[in-house]
């Protein structure tokens, strides 16, 4: 999963691309591993990088996520 910060950290390409290759790349991982494992910290980095991306409401990614305390 290196390989996921390695690409949010490049500056040779636009932040929309950096996005969109994450996305990408975090699907060949969790093929690679059989699971679903990387789509909590693709979500955040992809959020960084471009928060109008469209996985914004893509229930894969959100659910994930944990809800404040209410």
Avoid: W
């Avoid at 929309?16 to 990408?24: D, G, H, L, N, P």
């Avoid at 790349?25 to 093929?31: A, K, M, P």
């Avoid at 591993?33 to 693709?42: I, K, W």
């Amino acid at each position: 999963m290196k390989e996921l910060i390695e690409v949010f950290r490049m500056d040779e390409v636009s932040k929309e691309t950096r996005a969109k290759i994450i996305i990408q790349l975090g699907n060949c991982i969790n093929e690679e591993h059989g699971a679903n494992v990387t789509e909590p910290l693709v979500y955040e980095l992809v959020m960084q990088l471009d928060p109008t991306n469209k996985i914004i409401n893509e229930t894969r990614y959100t659910r994930h996520l944990i809800s404040p305390i209410q």
